[in-house]
């Protein structure tokens, strides 16, 4: 869907930002848990319409730092800036407002099974508020985005694990995020389900999304040949440029 | 200002499915509602009734000037102007002998007793209403003694013995009321609390999918909210429907007993205030019951 290269150009920057700033920040951040550190000083900086892959073995710390993005954890130290937000001093009433902005993906889906398909793309745009007739039609041409307008009135128990990934994925796109965060989004899923998530995930990052997917998938990783951040114990060990050698 | 109208809509319709979502619970928690209504409303009626016949009587009798049986019809109403003409009464009505025997036997109900008669016993009488600002215990004696020193007046009755006792019995019948009100408003609040509760337990995955992409605490607390407010309206309106038949079927086999009891003729039902003062209360609890279960359930 998308080759490797630059990032393409954002069709519509955000005000006051220019393309190729940094959306993300973080400064010397480390996140512990009593004694155990789960991110230990942490800094780096992914700009506007990257897609980064992050990588590393279980309990190196991917998760942790994908929450602290959405403001799901604090970090214990350092600083982070989200879309210019401090996320460790926001307030609990200026979660939602980032959110609205992060789009983000799991690996378990994280779909309400009593809701249809298009219910559960549709909640990203009602807890704005926004009109049901537009809610209907964003969510309908999200769907066809993803090729499951068809699927639209069923549940998701009813779905196989890729069409639920791609549910996900509609929903945490149907707001238009600056930001796509993507926590091992193909760990369920089989190798051709994989790349049909991943070619979604990087045409988003293709029309200006910043995109983020935490995997251990090596394959994934030298297949799309972005950006990787590796962790190690919490530590950032390696940080390759697109297309680097691994 | 649209934002906030198609968000109501939301809120109702999640509200609505969270109540279809666990019907049972919510049956059980409207159930108590109405449980609770009920002895509440019944209270409500009785105290109404008796707040009726005390302002009845304050608007009609508060003196009863017994005449002499020789007076004249002419000097009767003689005596009914002069007295009308005093400080203090608002208002007179000669009642003869023969209104007298009358009111009686229909009291009554043609009893053998009256048939018996060969003369009439009763005598001709003054009924007496004071202006409102000469009602107090006090002014009625001084009222009453004025009158019984008239020639022609046998007696005054100044019926403020037993207004006081019914008085007081209202005040304790309201004041067990306020009690049991208590009661019965805190079981209620803890279950339908204990209810909300379940349902927002039962609904913490959906919940924490909605903070996930970017829901307020406000948007999700309101629906439970909401619930919480239906459970308590429909409790209530269950409630007095039930007391409302219960009113029906009771009062007609009671009649009598409650006429020579409590002095009530035609007892009426709630006023709509009353009836709008049960479902709204049943709402508010509902609504507070709601807001503690979601203050005390952690929705983040």
Known sequence: MTGPGPAAPTARPPAGRRAGDPLIRLFHVSKSYGASFALRDVSLEVRKGEMVFLTGPSGAGKTTLMKLLFAAERP???????????????????????????????????????????????????????????????????????GLQHRRHQHPPSLSGGEQQRVAL????????????????????????????????????????????????QALIRRYARRTLRLDAGRLVEDLPAGGAR | MSAF??????????????????????????????VAVIPLGGLLVITGNMRALLDAYGRERHLTAFLDPQLADAQAEALARHVGALAGVAHVELVSREQALERFRKRLGGSALLEALEENPLPASLEIALRPEDRSAERVRAVAAAIEKLPGVDEVAGGETWIEGYARALALVRGAGAGLGAVLAFATLLVVANTIRLAVYARRDELEILALVGASRTFMRTPFLIEGVVQGALGG???????????????????????????????????????????????????????????????S
């Open chain 1, 170 to 217: 509609a929903r945490a796109l149907v707001n238009e995020p600056a930001i796509l965060v993507a926590d091992e989004p193909t760990g369920n899923l089989d190798a051709a389900l994989t790349l049909e998530i991943m070619d979604l995930v990087a045409a988003a990052a293709a029309r200006g999304t910043t995109v983020m997917v935490a995997t251990h998938d």
């Open chain 1, 76 to 146: 214990s130290e350092g600083q982070i800036l989200v879309l210019g937000r401090n996320v460790g001093r926001l307030r609990e009433s200026g979660i939602p407002a980032l959110r609205r902005r992060v789009g983000v993906v799991f690996q378990d889906f994280k779909l309400i099974a009593t809701r249809t398909v298009e219910d559960n793309v549709a909640l990203a745009l009602e807890v704005r508020g926004r009109p049901p007739r537009e809610v209907r039609a964003k969510s309908f041409a999200m769907l066809k985005r993803v």
């Open chain 2, 237 to 299: 309106a269950i409630g007095l429907a039930l007391l409302y038949g219960a009113f029906r079927v009771v009062v007609p086999q009671l009649g009598d007993a409650l006429e020579l009891f409590l002095g009530w003729s035609d007892p009426s039902f709630l006023s709509a205030r009353g009836m709008g003062l049960l479902i709204g209360g049943g709402a508010a609890f509902g609504l507070v019951g709601a807001a503690i279960a979601v203050a005390r359930t952690r929705i």
């Open chain 2, 5 to 34: 109208f198609h968000q109501l809509v939301y809120f109702a319709r999640t509200a609505l499915r969270g109540l279809r979502a666990s019907p049972v619970t919510s049956a059980v928690s409207i159930a108590t509602i109405a």
